[in-house]
C-alpha cells in the first residue's frame, strides 16, 4: 500500500457531523502549509511513523504512531517547516457551526450530540493515546476505503465506522483531558535533537532515558511507531531543511554538522525522505 490517498465528504455518507475526511500513505515528506478549517476541529490520526504540527502560537504538537490529535477550529497550523514527514495519516474536520443542522439525519441520539458538542468545541489543542478499540475502527476505515466502489454497503459502513470515531475520540478526550505524548518518546527525540553532530548509538539513547537498548528500542518502536535509528535520521533531516532555507552554509559542511558520513550519503537520505535534493530544496525555498 504505497502512496494511497483517499477523501470524502460527510454528504458522501450522509454524515453531516463531518465536513470531509481522508487517509493518505506518505512515503516521503510532502508540504504541508500553514491552514486553518473554519467549521470545525480536525482529528487526525498516525497509524504508522511519526509527524509535528506547528501551530501559529509556537505550540509545536509531535504525534507519533498510535497517537491521536485534535486541534480546533480556527486555529492556524503546519507541518514543521511547512512539510509533514512520513507517515500513515487519517484525519477528519467536523462541522460544528450549527448543532441543528448537524442533529438532521444523524446516527447520533440527542444526548450524543450534545456531548460531541461540548467536548469537541473545547478550544485546546490534544495529543492523546488512542484505545484498541478506536485503533480498530481506524483499520476498519482503511479497508472500506481501498474497498470503495467494490463495497455495495460502503456508504452505510462508512458512516457506521465514521460515527464509531467520532464517539472514540469524545470518549478518549474525556479520559484524558491533558494528555500528551508518551514522555520516553519525548525525552528521547529531545536527547537526539541536542545530539545530532555526535551522531548517538541507540544505546547512547537508551542510557539518557535510563533503559537498556532492548528495553528502550522496544518501548520506543511501540509507541512511537518507527525505530530510533528512522527517527534520528527524520530529526537531521528536519534540521537540514530548515538549515538549508535559512542559512548559506554548504552542504558538504551541513552533512557533518549533523553527523552524515559525507555529503554523498546526506543527499542520497534527503532525497529519500523529501522527494528532493538538498539543492533543489535550497532553491525551492
Known amino acids: 500500500m504505497s502512496g494511497i490517498r483517499y477523501h470524502f465528504t460527510g454528504a458522501d455518507i450522509d454524515l453531516p457531523l463531518i465536513y470531509r475526511g481522508g487517509f493518505q500513505n506518505y512515503n516521503y515528506s510532502a508540504p504541508l502549509p500553514e491552514h486553518l478549517h473554519s467549521t470545525g476541529p480536525e482529528i487526525s490520526y498516525v497509524m504508522k511513523g511519526f509527524t509535528q504540527w506547528q501551530l501559529a502560537s509556537g505550540l509545536s504538537l509531535e504525534q507519533s504512531g498510535g497517537t491521536l490529535t485534535i486541534i480546533p477550529r480556527n486555529i492556524p497550523h503546519r507541518g514543521v517547516e511547512e512539510i509533514i514527514t512520513p507517515c500513515w495519516l487519517f484525519w477528519y474536520i467536523l462541522d460544528l457551526r450549527d448543532l441543528e443542522t448537524a ?42 476505503l481501498y474497498q470503495d466502489g467494490n463495497n455495495p454497503w460502503f456508504g452505510a459502513e462508512m458512516r457506521l465506522v465514521s460515527n464509531q470515531i467520532v464517539l472514540g475520540t469524545v470518549r478518549g478526550l474525556q479520559q484524558h483531558p491533558a494528555a500528551g505524548m508518551d514522555l520516553l518518546v519525548t525525552r528521547a527525540r529531545d536527547y537526539m535533537r541536542q545530539h545530532l553532530a555526535a551522531n548517538p548509538t541507540v544505546d547512547d539513547i537508551a542510557a539518557a532515558c535510563g533503559l537498556s537498548e532492548s528495553q528502550f528500542a522496544h518501548r520506543f518502536s511501540r509507541q512511537a511507531g518507527i525505530t530510533p535509528a528512522d527517527c534520528l535520521q527524520r530529526l537531521r533531516i528536519e534540521a537540514a531543511c530548515r538549515a538549508l532555507r535559512e542559512t548559506d552554509t554548504s552542504i558538504t559542511e551541513l552533512a557533518f554538522q549533523l553527523g552524515f558520513a559525507s555529503s554523498q550519503y546526506f543527499s542520497s537520505v534527503f532525497k529519500r525522505y523529501t522527494g528532493m535534493t538538498p539543492r533543489r530544496w535550497r532553491k525551492s525555498g
Do not use: G, Y
Open 103 to 144: 442533529r438532521k439525519n444523524t446516527p447520533f441520539t440527542a444526548a450524543e450530540m450534545k456531548l460531541i458538542f461540548e467536548v469537541l468545541a473545547l478550544e485546546s489543542c490534544r495529543v492523546l493515546p488512542v484505545s484498541p478499540e478506536l485503533a480498530r475502527d481506524f483499520s476498519r476505515l482503511l479497508e472500506l
